[in-house]
């Protein structure tokens, strides 16, 4: 299984985290596979060790892996998460009060956007 922080906003706007496992399938010799999910594109992303930035929405259904470098997250709600590298975030709060985001690490952090 790999574990997925979900992003999203409820019917009053509000934006929660939500973790769901997605499940994977013995492949013999290549190892432990997904279902394919189709996507629309990558976006390969770095930001400055200060990133911080106020409440914004996702620009699009998203799913963000992280490469390098740590980030907090918190809910128009005021809960807070940090993820590290190598966490995997599907961001879908695309309306309502958004989140947000700043880096945890006094260094770039790169990541990669795949749109949905």
Known sequence: M???T?????ADGESHF??????LKNNGDI??????EPVKSIVFREVISSYDYDFH???DRQYIILLEGGV?????LGEKRKF???SILLVEDTTGKGHKTKNIEPKLRK???IKL
């Open 84 to 86: 590290e590298t190598g």
């Open 57 to 59: 929405n996702a620009p």
């Open 18 to 23: 939500e973790d769901f496992e997605v499940p």
């Open 72 to 76: 907090e997250i918190e809910t128009s």
């Open 31 to 36: 190892g432990f596979l997904s279902e394919d």
């Open 2 to 4: 790999i574990t997925i």
């Open 6 to 10: 979900r992003i999203y906003s409820n």
């Open 111 to 113: 990541s990669i956007f």
